[in-house]
């Protein structure tokens, strides 16, 4: 079965600073991973999807890598906002489901 | 941009009642998912829905559960007799094909008393 761990499990940073979010997954056949934003009592935006033969995607200040030999993949903020504040959730298809950490917590401070 | 929508926003019911979560995937979307989130939780899959059947389950999509697309546009989630620990906000979400992008819905908030 599928584990997804998120680390760390809250982040607070000062704005305009750069910041890496961390997922590991213990099961490398993957479809794809996706990153999401959840803002408290919100649903879920997709932020960027990896599909399982990319290693990487950018949007804007945003970009995600996978390694998928080894389970990881990392959340690369730059810039840091305090409208970044939230909490980003890492998420990882195997077939037919997805599979999702426990998240990040990010407060960025003004 | 087309989004999944779920009706209603917040629910509130008795234990022991059933309930009906209603959800309009994006219409040219194949792949239909429902998630729950207790409080403070994970994001936890509980079905997957594909060519008007059910294509996987987690372990907590028991007898009590059970899907439905009774037309072109609808996915509903069923909760017969439900348990305080039922509380929980569900999602509805979708996908166009096996490996494009999950689209959720804003989710709806499941009070159980």
């Known amino acids: 079965k599928q584990e997804v761990t998120q680390i760390p499990a809250a982040l607070s940073v000062p704005e305009g600073e750069n910041l890496v979010l961390n997922c590991s997954f213990t099961d490398s056949a993957i479809y794809n991973l996706q990153w999401f934003r959840q803002d408290p009592g919100k649903g879920l935006t997709s932020l960027l999807l990896i599909q399982s033969s990319q290693r990487e995607q950018t949007s804007g200040r945003l970009n995600a890598s996978l390694d998928k030999s080894s389970g990881r993949s990392t959340l690369y903020i730059a810039a840091s906002q305090p409208g970044d504040s939230a909490t980003y959730l890492c998420a990882v298809s195997n077939n037919n489901d997805m599979r999702f950490g426990a998240g990040t917590r990010l407060t960025v401070k003004p | 941009e087309p989004e999944v929508t779920q009706t209603p926003s917040h629910q509130v019911t008795q234990m022991g009642q059933e309930v009906i979560l209603r959800c309009v995937p994006i219409?040219?979307?194949?792949?239909f998912y429902w998630y729950r989130q207790i409080l403070g939780q994970k994001v936890e899959f509980l079905v997957s829905?594909?060519?008007?059947?059910?294509?996987?389950k987690s372990e907590i999509f028991d007898d009590q559960f059970s899907v439905e697309r009774p037309d072109g546009s609808n996915f509903t989630l069923k909760i017969r007799s439900t348990k305080l620990e039922d509380s929980a906000m569900y999602f509805c979400a979708s996908t166009e094909y096996r490996g494009s992008p999950l689209h959720f819905g804003n989710g709806t908030r499941l009070t159980v008393t």
């Open positions: 219409s040219n979307h194949l792949y």
């Open positions: 829905f594909y060519n008007n059947e059910i294509s996987e």
